[in-house]
């Protein structure tokens, strides 16, 4: 099946340090998607990409869909301590129900 | 509420002995979806349905079944579970199977099979 690599496994920051995380596909997607997942919970849809080049905010959240619609990153800025937790990228195709998730990056942040 | 429900939240079982998890959405939605997260592999589909009768195949479909009777109900089946599905299974819903909408996922289902 299609494959994502995200990248990185891990990350520890400081509070107030900003972050970024990416995601690489084999193939092209129509939507790219960033989850947050919270210790004991499903994850929660923070930004949804549908074109090619477009970049999307949300809160001290960015998001960017790659020109080649193989890849994806993620900004936070200004980290919080409740920024913590494991960040998802998946990528998905117009009126197909197949997801295909990254393996995560895991958020530490520091007070 | 909107929300999606999964129960057991937690099951412990031996190998071999049949099991179902439920899920059930109260939003209406048509498309809903089994996860299984593992540490280090993210979520990985196993089914999905794009409406009532309607189910297809994920990524990972081996060694389980689904039956989508009514819309608001999606049960995850393992007729013979063995411990290689020891893992932390998430469903979600969303109205339309389009990409453009968004998924709501359960709170998960942690299950250990011995």
């Known amino acids: 099946g299609q494959q994502l690599n995200q990248s990185p496994q891990s990350m520890f920051i400081q509070e107030g340090e900003d972050v970024s995380m990416n995601c690489t596909s084999s193939s092209i997607f129509n939507t790219w998607l960033w989850y947050k997942q919270d210790p004991g919970e499903g994850p929660v849809l923070l930004i949804a990409l549908y074109k090619a080049g477009e970049l999307t905010s949300n809160g001290r959240l960015t998001a960017q869909f790659g020109i080649t619609r193989k890849d994806s990153f993620l900004n936070i800025s200004a980290s919080i301590p409740s920024d913590v937790g494991i960040y998802f990228c998946a990528g998905r195709y117009t009126n197909a129900g197949k997801s295909t998730f990254g393996d995560g990056t895991t958020l530490t942040v520091k007070p | 509420e909107a929300q999606v429900t999964q129960n057991p939240r937690y099951l412990i079982t031996v190998t071999g002995k049949k099991l179902t998890v439920t899920c059930s959405q109260n939003?209406?939605?048509?498309?809903m979806s089994w996860y299984r997260q593992d540490p280090g592999l993210g979520l990985r589909q196993i089914y999905y349905s794009m409406n009532v009768e309607v189910t297809d195949k994920g990524d990972v479909p081996e060694g389980y079944k689904v039956s989508r009777k009514e819309k608001r109900n999606f049960p995850l089946i393992l007729e013979s579970p063995s411990p290689n599905q020891t893992s932390l299974y998430f469903c979600?819903?969303?109205?339309?199977?389009?990409?453009?909408?968004?998924?709501?996922f359960g709170p998960g289902t942690r299950l250990t099979v011995l």
């Open positions: 939003m209406n939605h048509e498309y």
């Open positions: 979600a819903s969303s109205f339309l199977a389009d990409s453009t909408d968004t998924q709501y």
